[in-house]
Each structure stands twice: as C-alpha cells, then as structure tokens.
C-alpha cells in the first residue's frame, strides 16, 4: 500500500519559514505530479503548488516568491520551502501525489502555525 509521510510542520513567526517534506512508500513507481494542497479552518482545501517528475512547477498567486517546491525522484520525496511566513499562511498542510495510470494519494497532513 502506497503511504505518503509527511514532516516538518510547526509554529513559527510571521516572516518566518518552515521547509516540509513528504515522503512516498517505496513501492511507490511512476509518480508523475507531486504537490501540496493546504486547508484552513473553514476553508475548502488549496492548491498551493505542483512539480511533475520533469521539473515544471506552478504555484498559488498568493505563495508565488515566497514558496519553493522541489522533489528528489530517487527518494521519491517531495519538499515545500516556505519563506517569509504570514498568518494567512496558517493551514493543515497536505501532500498529494499522482501516478502516470491516474493514481492519487494524500498524506496524512501537518500542521503550520504562523503566529507571534
């Protein structure tokens, strides 16, 4: 069974950053789209920023310069630098995943919390 652990989250202040990871089992082959969505209280769930396996990204307007994602094929792990934190930032941050046959999988999620 594919699993998709996530790391990283944690309270930081505003201006702050944070770096997550998420990591895919390792039978976990073909992964074509890597990304992470956020969702915050009583908020529907976002999509903050994807990578495929060639490189491309593409990001929320509202993390555009602050964000970074990236991904280590060989580990088979996706990662989310996020700099010069904001309150409206704060989210339970979600990883997801996407195979080349249409397969879909969620982490579990974690926590960010930007607060002074």
């Known amino acids: 069974q594919v699993q998709l652990v996530e790391s990283g989250g944690g309270l930081v202040q505003p201006g702050g950053s944070l770096r997550l990871s998420c990591a895919a089992s390792a039978s976990y082959s073909g992964i074509r789209v890597m990304a992470w969505y956020r969702q915050a209280p009583g908020k529907q769930r976002e999509l903050v920023a994807t990578i495929t396996n060639g490189g491309s990204t593409d990001y929320a307007d509202s993390v555009k310069g602050r964000f970074t994602i990236s991904r280590d094929n060989a580990k088979k792990t996706v990662y989310l630098q996020m700099n010069s934190l904001k309150p409206e930032d704060t989210a339970v941050y979600y990883c997801?995943?996407?195979?080349?046959?249409?397969?879909?999988?969620w982490g579990q999620g974690t926590q960010v919390t930007v607060s002074s």
């Open positions: 997801y995943t996407r195979s080349g046959l249409g397969n879909t999988y």
